[in-house]
Each structure stands twice: as C-alpha cells, then as structure tokens.
C-alpha cells in the first residue's frame, strides 16, 4: 500500500512538472513596420509609388490648367456670346470639371490598388522569415511591437535575427 502511495505521488508529480513545464510557452516580439521599412523591396516600392503619384500629379495638373485657361477663355467671350452658347459653354465646363474630379477618384483608386499589390509580397516575406525564425528559436508566439499592443517587451526581440535571415 505505501508502495502504491509512493507511485502515485512519483506519477502526480511528473504529471505536474510536465503539464507546467508545457504550460510556459516561449513569447518573442518583433516590430514589422521597421523591418518592413528596411527591407530593399520596401524602397523599390516607395520609389515606384512616388513616380507613379508624380505622373498622376502632372496629367492632373495639365487638366486644371486647361480647364482654368478655358474659364477665362469663355469668359472673355461671354459678351460676344449668346444666352444659348453661353449655357452651352456652361454645361460643358461641368462635364470638363466631373472629368477631372472622376480622374482624381480614379488616381486614387489606382494608387491603393497599386500599393497593396506591391505590398503584399513585401509583408508575405517578413512574416515567413519571422515565422522560420522564431520556429528555429523555439518561440511559440510573436508579438508585433509596432502595433502598441506589446505591454512589456523583456523578451526576445527578433528584428536583428529575421533581418540576418533576409540578408538585410
């Protein structure tokens, strides 16, 4: 009986220790904003959005010109004019003026479009060379820093060895 006492504390025990020491998982945290920001394709991106917001910028440019130099061309000849023309010449401004605003909204559009497609390999990269990090350091959470949700940041910090990994 004292033997049968003896095994169950031993195997009570052992339960415990194993079941605690499985309980403590590994936590690592890590900002991706800021290997984002590093990483080269992050640069590439940027550049090919700021030329393409350039080009955008220009053709909008071009328009509002040529509709202003339009206003005061027509109204200019708005004395000359007929009643008729004139509201014709009216009318015609809306549609040159809704062109340019749906231009605008159409450029906006394009540029998100654009950035999220130029993104999204960027981040799928970080978070596989974040992900195979942390596995190969036996973490079983990552923490994203840059998203303020971190309260305490003792623990492992994983941006120096996920940029080795990216060769960064």
């Known amino acids: 009986m004292k033997h049968l006492k003896t095994i169950l504390l031993a195997a009570a025990l052992c339960i415990g220790t194993v079941s605690f020491s499985q309980a403590q998982s590994k936590v690592a945290h890590i900002n991706t904003a800021e290997l984002i920001n590093a990483m080269p394709e992050m640069k590439e991106a940027q550049s090919e959005l700021e030329s393409l917001g350039k080009t955008y910028q220009a053709d909008m440019q071009a328009s509002i010109t040529e509709y202003q130099n339009t206003v005061k061309q027509y109204e200019a000849e708005a004395a000359t004019k007929t009643d008729e023309e004139n509201q014709k010449r009216g009318l015609e401004l809306q549609e040159k003026q809704q062109r340019i605003q749906q231009f605008q909204a159409d450029a906006q ?47 492992k910090n994983l941006l120096d060895d996920v940029k080795k990994e990216l060769g960064i």
Do not use: C, H, W
Request: aromatic share 4%; glycine share 4%.
């Open 109 to 155: 559009q394009d540029m998100q479009k654009k950035e999220i497609d130029l993104l999204k390999p960027i981040t799928e990269k970080a978070r596989t060379a974040i992900l195979k990090v942390a596995r190969a350091q036996g973490f079983d959470y990552v923490l994203d820093s840059s998203q303020n949700i971190v309260i305490m940041s003792d623990g």
